[in-house]
């Protein structure tokens, strides 16, 4: 059982930062901590499909980011917290959606193939 929270989204003016929680819970990570767990974030802007933004390895030492968010984007993880976070850098009004924390224990690697995911947090970028 795996329960993930997000917050910590808001509305920012262009140029502007905000950073992402995601608090992750369940007897897995109480087991086994974050390092069992593979994780990323994505973000759906309305009217359009859900898109990847990043993907985190299991130990948080690979990862890849999406060639929209590269440079302005950072996933970190705090394994004492259970949480991962998403700072997020010079924000733009494309970057406007709802964003996403998931995790998966089974798949390793980068893969974005997610088995669980949070209730998502609103970014709102003001031009």
């Known amino acids: 059982q795996v329960q993930l929270v997000e917050s910590g989204g808001g509305l920012v003016q262009a140029g502007g930062s905000l950073r992402l929680s995601c608090a992750a819970s369940?007897?897995?990570?109480?087991?086994?901590?974050?390092?069992?767990?593979?994780l990323g974030w994505f973000r759906q802007a309305p009217g359009k499909e859900r898109e990847f933004v990043v993907v985190?390895?299991?130990?948080?030492?690979?990862?890849n980011y999406a060639d929209a968010v590269k440079g302005r984007f950072t996933i970190s993880r705090d394994n004492a917290k259970n949480t991962v976070y998403l700072q997020m850098n010079s924000l733009k009004p494309v970057d406007t959606a709802v964003y996403y924390c998931?995790?998966?224990?089974?798949?390793?690697?980068?893969?974005?193939?997610?088995?669980?995911w949070g209730q998502g947090t609103q970014v709102t970028v003001s031009s």
């Open positions: 998931a995790a998966d224990d089974v798949v390793g690697g980068l893969s974005t193939e997610f088995r669980y």
């Open positions: 985190s390895s299991r130990s948080g030492t690979s990862t």
């Open positions: 369940g007897r897995t990570f109480s087991s086994y901590g974050m390092g069992w767990f593979r």
